[in-house]
């Protein structure tokens, strides 16, 4: 985990969505979900702060600009990063929520 207290790393997560596209993740990701994406920008921490997401997985390895790590320190988002694909992640948080 590169940002979030122990506290906001906590969080259940209730369930899971992936995009790229900021607009359409507004539209569309709930509060508690696990977000999934490949973008690495500080629009990234305003869109899950906006829909309340558990936290952000970056998927396929891509790490996130300076930008977006500190406004995810400073507003304690969990923030992830794997170098899964983001089918492979999408597939296993699915299957941790059975």
């Known amino acids: 985990m590169l ?3 122990d506290s906001a790393a906590e969080r259940e997560v209730t369930g899971g969505y ?21 973008m690495s920008n500080v629009s990234v921490a305003a869109v899950a702060l906006l829909t ?6 970056l998927a396929e390895g891509v790490k996130p600009d300076e930008a977006l790590l500190s406004r995810a320190v400073k507003e304690d988002l969990p923030l ?16 941790a929520l059975e």
Do not use: N, P, Q
């Not at 309340?52 to 997985?57: E, F, H, M, P």
């Open 18 to 38: 992936s995009g790229d596209l900021l607009s359409w993740v507004m539209g569309r990701a709930r509060a508690g979900d696990a977000w999934v994406t490949i």
């Open 3 to 5: 940002s979030g207290t």
């Open 52 to 57: 309340d997401v558990a936290c952000v997985v």
């Open 80 to 95: 992830l990063c794997s170098g899964l694909s983001a089918f492979e992640l999408c597939a296993r948080i699915s299957k």
